[in-house]
């Protein structure tokens, strides 16, 4: 059995020899993902998808308790529409995919296949929105979306992916940047509760913002690797977009006005992330929230009269508590086998039972992030499981809590900027001038880009760490996917 453990633990690459590697290695095995036919577009497998779908689920109903409805836009959005709008087409331009045809015919008017929905959502915005008493618009849509990438990689970047953009209209401009703001609250907190994983919020530089944006605000995750992750994405369009498409209301006053809307989301990336932050070298870690399966129970002697039986009464008093739970009863495979595999799959919780543990009115839980094994009474099992789950999030957002602030780190002056950046790897704290010239140079320099300005500042000294003229703003740097 160790031989046979050991073998099927090989398959994956170590993190340390070749991180990327490991990735790969770790989403295929785990059956999340497969590739397809067609370059950079992923499958995502039923196991890859029960996360999207739990994800999907924790994340709407807090978008419903904020007062967002959903909705669906059309896939295809008229070249004119795109066009509308010089500063949005621009920075869309390089990924756009084209329809020229509908069956042998050539259209009269290419479509592009949307790679965001500002405009489609504006134009229709611009009809249904007429007097004061229409806002404020609270929409989200989940959908999929097309960028044509160069270099892809499953999760992280595809050419197709999923997400969710929400888009809002309001009556002023101070009413957008709360709505901006508070859905940039949700993606923390979501990230933090649901994913385990703690994130760095702020405001992304003029350069890195979102295209036809008044403003954008960035959550930003680092992975194992020394790189940061962005994990979603609020923007205050302002009146940008409204001015564009006519979007105007009449309001209490009997004044014309244009609307201020807001966009932001999140999307597949974050499965990608996850991966990437609680990941070790037996597999996938996968926080309780969003595993497909929480708990898995292994009969143990199977063979024996009454084991299978049991296994099959606690996985439906678990089913009945709520517990995302199935019972391991393939004959196939050796129990040896079937630990490295819910391992490598994440599973939070193992609950092995055998003879011996029917007679002492008990399972074997296994931890898959501490591997630790612990004996739990049958009879208050739910609880027992619940509360492990619970314990197991908290586990895990520490570990990646300590993870994060040891890979992130200050820098006085540029020596120690580029160690920080190239040497130890993550993200590096620094006064910057807040100048687009500065901020390319640092790139060209280091391969750092500015993650965001976070909210909390700190005076690190009076200059820019680069260039040495007057600092505007403490900053996050760091490489990133």
Not at 390 to 413: E, V
Request: charged letters at 30%; a negative charge.
């Amino acid at each position: 059995m160790a031989k046979e453990e050991k073998r099927f633990v090989a398959h994956i690459t170590p993190r340390d020899q070749d991180f990327s590697q490991w990735y790969t290695d770790v989403i295929l095995k785990a059956d999340m993902v497969d590739y397809s036919d067609v370059k950079g577009c992923m499958v995502i497998k039923p196991y890859g998808y029960g996360i999207w779908e739990n994800i999907q689920r924790e994340m709407d109903r807090r978008f419903r308790e904020t007062g967002h409805k959903n909705a669906y836009f059309p896939l295809f959005i008229p070249e004119s529409l795109l066009a509308k709008e010089a500063e949005h087409v621009e920075g869309f331009a390089p990924e756009v995919a084209w329809v020229t045809h509908g069956g042998n015919e050539k259209l009269q008017e290419r479509l592009v296949v949307r790679p965001t929905s500002e405009t489609i959502i504006c134009s229709m915005y611009a009809k249904w929105i007429q007097s004061h008493r229409d806002l404020p618009v609270l929409i989200n849509q989940w959908c999929n979306v097309v960028r044509w990438e160069k270099s892809t990689r499953p999760f992280l970047r595809t050419s197709e992916f999923l997400w969710q953009e929400g888009h809002t209209a309001h009556a002023d401009y101070e009413e957008a940047q709360e709505e901006t703001i508070k859905m940039l609250g949700v993606y923390e907190e979501f990230a933090r509760n649901v994913l385990a994983i703690p994130v760095v919020t702020g405001k992304k530089s003029e350069k890195e913002k979102f295209a036809g944006a008044k403003a954008t605000y960035t959550m930003e995750a680092m992975m194992q690797d020394g790189k940061a992750l962005q994990m979603g994405t609020s923007h205050n369009l302002g009146e940008h977009f409204a001015r564009v498409f006519d979007i105007q209301y009449l309001d209490k006053d009997g004044k014309l006005k244009y609307v201020n809307q807001t966009s932001w989301g999140t999307s597949t990336r974050m499965i990608g992330g996850l991966v990437m932050v609680h990941g070790d070298e037996r597999g996938l870690l996968l926080p309780p929230k969003v595993a497909p399966i929480q708990a898995v129970v292994l009969p143990i002697a199977m063979h024996k009269e009454g084991v299978l039986e049991k296994a099959k009464e606690i996985c439906n008093t678990l089913g009945k508590a709520g517990v995302r739970v199935e019972v391991d009863d393939r004959e196939t495979q050796t129990a040896g086998w079937k630990f490295n595999e819910w391992e490598l799959k994440g599973v939070p919780v193992r609950l092995e039972v055998g003879p011996r543990d029917i007679e002492k009115g008990q399972v074997l839980a296994c931890r898959r992030d501490t591997l630790e094994k612990l004996p739990l009474p049958m009879d208050s099992l739910p609880d027992s499981v619940t509360g492990l789950l619970d314990d197991i999030h908290g586990t895990i957002l520490k570990k990646a809590t300590a993870m994060r602030d040891a890979r992130t780190y200050t820098a006085l002056d540029f020596d120690g900027f580029v160690a920080g950046i190239a040497e130890k790897k993550g993200f590096v704290k620094a006064m910057w001038c807040g100048e687009r010239a500065c901020e390319d140079a640092i790139k060209d320099k280091t391969g750092a880009t500015t993650r965001c300005i976070p909210f909390e500042q700190e005076k690190l000294g009076d200059v820019c760490v680069h260039c040495g003229k007057p600092a505007g703003a403490m900053a996050y740097f760091a490489r990133a996917y």
